[in-house]
């Protein structure tokens, strides 16, 4: 797709978070891993850039996911999910049909548990 997604604001937004506790090494290091996934850097010049594209975006929004999922990013869960929902922000207002795909993609990622399984499979053909 043609859209540009406004990265910069969410770029912005994790230095504001990383200035406000400089001392949270837990905080920096996550904020830290959070905002090298929005850079892509020119395998030529060295040139780091921000990403603009929806799709490449989609696997920040992923990297955030499995920051979340650490034990020891615990402390920092507000954080990120603020920079998540900043960044799905920003792809949602560019292209509205990664906006639906991003809410398909929360319903269809609901962990299942055991039940849910069971009763699928009792009921399949």
Known sequence: SKA??????????????KSAKPGN???????????????EIDPVTGVQTLRTN???LQSSIENINNLLAQKENVPVRRQLMVVKKSLE????????????????YAI??????Q?????????AP
């Open 108 to 113: 269809d990622s609901l962990p299942l548990n």
């Open 4 to 17: 540009v997604v406004e990265v910069s604001k969410t770029a912005n937004l994790i230095d504001r978070i």
């Open 54 to 56: 929806p799709g490449q």
């Open 25 to 39: 090494k837990a905080l920096v290091s996550a904020m830290d891993d959070v905002k090298s996934s929005l850079v």
């Open 89 to 104: 922000n920003q792809i949602n207002k560019v292209e509205s049909i990664q906006g639906q795909a991003t809410k398909q």
């Open 115 to 123: 039940m849910d399984l069971w009763s699928a499979f009792r009921n």
